[in-house]
């Protein structure tokens, strides 16, 4: 009892702020390779260590070591390599559309893509994600049309939600793409729910919850905990932390945890953390989480270790709370990089394809843009009708409505 | 006809809703093996099984939440909220969510969903057992907001409101649970085996939502009245001996506005009256309503009848309360204005 007196409030405050010199060197990052792979059917108290460490396959030389490693073709690497280019050309075009005027907001990935892209592939037809704005990779790795992302963006004539949503909340059941809120944590139980469904009809379909570092701070996110574990409910419970919430650390939702994959334990669920710019890393632990999820097994919570490199969205400013250069200094590369090198080393990508491919890329990205535009932007050309917004609200549109759109002349 | 109180004609609603479509699934805190603080789910568990019938963490948020992922994936969830004063931390799940996922998705996903939950006073609960949030609901864009007054409706709306494409918040005014409750709280209720609303239908049968029904046809005064207030304006009619014409609204959201209206028109008069705290409760939507549509029949001001604007206190119940002489004292200002 030294200290007892007057007491003190305590704040945490990130390493660094802007001007200061960027500093992870309080993230401890194992070696590639050197986290076990248990059996997906293992007892959660034997691995409580792997929530505090990071799983990780490619080492700095490129390649892919340790037990998680092996599970993807040359072709599947290569396809994924593709849609983490062409999401952050994708992010690219829009984030430019959106500073042109085209459109009121944007959200792009930047050093997050393999987070997305690598899950999509771990799951099955049928399957559905409840995401949160920063997952369209989920999308784009299922060949959803870009034309169609970017009509959502535009609000334009074809936009498939008619103008009501925000751009970036996309929805597609077909894509097993849970409409995108933009509320925070609200979806996570929902997945949990949806889980419980499926096991309740004796389906073989599983969910996947996804949310941010900040929002595991939201009940939502301790009620979906407690949900799936008390049913044992088919789903893959993913956190997210890319370091910062808009301009909050993540140390502000974390608290004296240690981790957010650590949330996990209290309620016995296998919880893990993963590499989370690494794609063979998140698809091989992504593919223990959905195969546990389908065999009866219960949920797994993976945090996604990473970074966000761009600004919380095309209204955010970072260099206002965080170092400019702290991007660069995050330890664990960039995904893109990182997979391509994989692949040189691998015998079967080289520069000068990465290059011919990234114009490709572009190329179709523009192509899908041009036609989006001309079915209308956010200020111009066609776009979804006044009638439109009195639509949907119900079934059947219900008397005081149908009076309400009389007065609005529609 | 078999004659069943409230609670026996809603856990009948469920009974016969889940026997005939497999997807209806319901759940809450205390409801499965126990079968319900107030015994609305007995027997459920026992005769579909835990998977159709089961208890849930006390976690509105999480039952709510659940419950439109549910729906979404393509079961008819139909939950139970211990207490409509518990309703609160589901308040975002219900509004942001529920409400709103159909129009925001284009109906790629929709949100067929009950949430029921108990509402009202009367059984000295104090502040945390006699709410009347109804008014919270019925401002949402995308709900439907519904409060039988009997076990004949209550069963033919539930298993409307269970049908629904749409998510339906169901209020079960608690105080009519087992009776008929006129406000007379020194007196005896009568039992709804003696009532001819107890008179509940075996099988499947429905009560339309967004239909108002007269209860008591009158040519003085149109009182505008739902859940446990239909029996405090009938005991006021009766002990004023005003010709009060008395509409149970039965759907709050949404409203029938056309039989509001006809009888409006016919009287010239209007009392409102509600449980829940004035000021921006329902009432005011019903006044303004009324004042919008049949202001040249209007040969007074439109009263409104309501719970005083504190929380619901405790030892103070009956002052809180509008039982039939707060109501009566309206009704005649009303006649003489």
Excluded at chain 2, 237 to 251: P, Y
Aim: charged share 20%; proline share 6%.
């Amino acid at each position: 009892m030294a200290d007892a007196g007057m007491l003190r409030f305590h704040v945490p405050e990130p390493e660094v702020r802007p001007g200061g010199t960027p500093d992870f060197s309080d993230v401890t990052i194992p070696k590639a390779g050197s986290v076990p792979r248990p059996e997906i059917d293992v007892d959660p108290r034997t691995i409580r260590d792997m929530a505090f460490s990071i799983i990780r396959v490619l080492n700095r030389a490129g390649e892919a070591v340790g037990p998680w490693a092996g599970l993807l073709s040359d072709d599947e690497l290569l396809e994924g390599l593709r849609h983490m280019m062409t999401l952050r050309t994708f992010d690219a075009r829009m984030q430019m559309a959106q500073r042109q005027g085209k459109t009121s907001f944007y959200m792009q990935h930047l050093g997050e893509e393999a987070v997305s892209c690598a899950f999509r592939k771990a799951l099955a037809p049928g399957d559905m994600n409840f995401p949160t704005y920063r997952q369209a990779g989920l999308l784009i790795a299922d060949g959803y049309p870009m034309v169609t992302m970017m009509n959502q963006i535009y609000s334009n004539e074809a936009d498939p939600l008619k103008g009501r949503q925000l751009p970036i909340m996309y929805s597609s059941k077909e894509h097993g793409f849970f409409s995108i809120s933009g509320n925070l944590a609200t979806q996570y139980i929902q997945a949990v729910g949806w889980a419980m469904a499926s096991a309740i009809s004796n389906d073989s379909k599983i969910a996947a919850a996804w949310i941010g570092d900040g929002s595991t701070a939201e009940s939502d996110f301790h009620s979906a905990l407690v949900f799936a574990s008390t049913y044992k409910a088919p789903v893959v419970l993913n956190v997210v932390n890319n370091q910062w919430a808009i301009s909050t650390f993540q140390g502000i939702a974390r608290g004296g945890s240690g981790t957010f994959a650590a949330r996990g334990l209290g309620f016995g669920i296998p919880s893990l953390r993963v590499d989370g710019n690494d794609y063979l890393a998140v698809h091989a632990v992504a593919k223990w989480a959905t195969t546990r999820a389908r065999s009866n097994l219960g949920p797994t919570l993976i945090e996604y270790v990473t970074y966000r490199v761009g600004a919380h969205s095309s209204s955010d400013d970072p260099s206002a709370y965080r170092p400019k250069a702290e991007s660069d200094a995050w330890p664990l590369g960039d995904p893109i990089v990182r997979l391509k090198n994989h692949l040189i080393q691998r015998g079967v990508w080289s520069d000068e394809r990465h290059t011919q491919a990234e114009a490709e890329i572009q190329e179709m990205v523009v192509s899908a843009q041009r036609e989006a535009e001309r079915h209308g932007t956010l200020h111009a050309g066609g776009k979804p009708s006044t009638r439109d917004m009195f639509e949907g609200v119900y079934a059947e549109m219900p008397p005081h409505l149908r009076r309400q759109r009389q007065q609005a002349g529609v | 006809m078999p004659r069943r109180t409230m609670i026996e004609a809603i856990r009948d609603a469920m009974d016969v809703s889940m026997a005939r479509d497999e997807r209806v699934i319901v759940y809450g805190e205390d409801v499965g093996f126990f079968g319900g603080v107030f015994r609305c789910t007995q027997g459920l568990q026992a005769k579909y099984g835990k998977s159709r019938c089961f208890d849930a963490p006390i976690s509105e948020s999480g039952i709510v939440g659940s419950a439109i992922g549910m729906a979404a994936y393509g079961l008819k969830p139909c939950v139970e909220v211990q207490f409509a004063d518990y309703v609160y931390p589901a308040y975002d799940q219900i509004v942001s969510e529920a409400a709103r996922l159909r129009y925001r998705s284009n109906g790629d996903f929709t949100c067929p969903i009950v949430v029921r939950m108990p509402t009202g006073g009367g059984i000295f609960g104090g502040q945390t057992h006699s709410q009347s949030p109804e008014a919270l609901f019925t401002h949402v864009s995308g709900l439907k907001v519904v409060v039988p007054s009997n076990p004949h409706d209550a069963k033919g709306l539930l298993i409307s409101s269970i049908e629904d494409p749409d998510p339906v918040i169901f209020l079960e005014p608690k105080r009519l649970y087992n009776g008929p409750f006129d406000g007379h709280h020194d007196r005896p209720v009568t039992p709804w085996s003696k009532h001819e609303l107890g008179e509940v239908a075996d099988g499947h049968y429905t009560v339309p939502l967004g239909k108002a029904v007269i209860r008591r046809a009158g040519a003085a005064v149109t009182v505008l009245a739902y859940g446990t207030m239909v029996y405090v304006a009938e005991a006021a009619a009766e002990e004023t001996g005003i010709d009060a014409e008395i509409i149970d609204l039965r759907t709050l959201l949404p409203l029938d506005l056309e039989t509001i209206v006809a009888s409006v028109n016919k009287t010239g008069r209007c009392v409102v009256v509600h449980e829940a705290t004035l000021t921006s409760g329902f009432g005011a939507e019903l006044s303004a309503l009324v004042q919008e549509h049949c202001f040249y029949h209007l040969e007074a001001p439109v009263a409104r009848v309501a719970g005083w604007d504190t929380p619901y206190p405790h030892a103070q119940e009956w002052d809180y309360f509008p039982g039939p002489a707060r109501l009566g004292r309206a009704l005649v200002e009303t006649m003489e204005a």
